[in-house]
Nanobody, 125 residues
Framework: QVQLVESGGGLVQAGGSLRLSCAAS????????TGWFRQAPGKEREFVAA????????YYADSVKGRFTISRDNAKNTASLQMNSLIPEDTAVYYC??????????????????WGQGTQVTVSS
């Protein structure tokens, strides 16, 4: 069983930045892709960004492209999401997820095996 824990959420003014982290522990797969999703009140969970095990394949949602950066440190079993130029529309609970994979990078909820509990990000106007 793999445990994922997000951290780094909080309240920030529009235009500010936050850095989210996703720490994996337990029986982590030898290789896995990591994705970030978010869910705002009353809305469906949406894809934000994802990265392959080696970091060579990265995807971003159009809504965050150019503002967010996903990265990982496999030696520490962590993945990060650097969020810059935040806008109120970024307000949501952010979740990280993992999928056993070396090169394939899922972009839908159903393709991920494990999920964290989420961390709240609130961007004030």
């Amino acid at each position: 069983q793999v445990q994922l824990v997000e951290s780094g959420g909080g309240l920030v003014q529009a235009g500010g930045s936050l850095r989210l982290s996703c720490a994996a522990s337990g029986r982590t797969p030898s290789t896995y892709a990591t994705g970030w999703f978010r869910q705002a009140p009353g809305k469906e969970r949406e894809f934000v960004a994802a990265i392959s095990w080696f970091g060579g394949v990265i995807y971003y949602a159009d809504s965050v492209k150019g503002r967010f950066t996903i990265s990982r440190d496999n030696a520490k079993n962590t993945a990060s999401l650097q969020m810059n130029s935040l806008i109120p529309e970024d307000t949501a609970v952010y979740y990280c997820a993992a999928k056993q994979s070396t090169y394939f990078v899922p972009r839908t909820e159903s393709e991920y095996d494990c999920w964290g509990q989420g961390t709240q990000v609130t961007v004030s106007s």
